[in-house]
């Protein structure tokens, strides 16, 4: 870290410290200078250093504990996920867009997966599973849903697949809040979680990915106009009726990666 750096803005610091976590430079498990070093260090007060802090830990690049400071986090493949969706921000993604990013990626995925999973992947998968229970509360069914697909793309054990899929992991969040907020999608495509589990469980490639397609052909199928919606609006409109005006579709994210809202 570069002692003349100084006079940083929150956003700089945020910059930096990022910089330095993607970069390797700072590896997992490594404590960050404490709010005092670095507030001297960079001649700005402990505020912008805790707040930028704060904003690491949203992004889940570093973790905070209580009278120890802050560490590094093990690297997490939805990290890059609000930094993605910022960027769209504008573009007009629909559901249908999102929903044939995820084809590309989940259906070779699921094949993959199939072929090199581990035990400790099935145990993994399974868990998601079992966690996926249409009696539970939609935000719950939104963060088993998540964990599977992850775990999913974890199995894979192509690091280039499970980066991507996380990268893209918040527009998937928003994609399952207008599944499992409507009966009859969820009616559907529940179930097929568990298809696509077996077929990977049983090292079926061509099944896995046959499940996997056909699991997102659900929603192509049955969400009528909001297929075509930015698909942010959509989640937003789901978000609300489900939760009130006051939850925003950070909270969603939030809840998803296994965060509680307030």
Known sequence: MSESALHLSRLDLITLLERQILSGSMLPGAP??????????????????????????????????????????????????SMLAISLRGRHVTARHVINARRLIEVDAARQSAE?????????????????????SLLDQVRADLRFHLAVARAS???????????????????????????????????????IFGAIENGNPTAAARHMNAHLD?????????LDESLNVVAERRMHEAFGPERSLDDLFRAALGGEVE
Do not use: C, W
Request: proline fraction near 5%.
């Open 32 to 81: 960050l200078p404490s709010e005092r070093q670095l507030a001297e260090r960079f001649a700005i007060s402990r505020n912008v250093v805790r707040e930028a802090l704060r904003s690491l830990a949203e992004r889940r690049l570093i973790r905070i504990e209580v009278g120890r400071g802050a560490f590094v986090r093990e690297p997490d493949p939805t990290a890059a996920a």
């Open 116 to 136: 090199h999973h581990t035990d400790a992947d099935v145990v993994r998968i399974r868990a998601a599973v079992d966690a996926l229970r249409p009696t539970d």
């Open 218 to 226: 659900v929603a192509l199928a049955m969400y009528g106009n909001d």
């Open 157 to 195: 054990h192509n690091p280039l697949l499970e980066a991507i899929f996380g990268a893209m992991s918040s527009m998937a969040a928003e994609l399952m809040l207008r599944s499992l907020s409507d009966h009859d999608v969820a009616r559907e495509g529940i179930p097929q979680h568990a298809k």
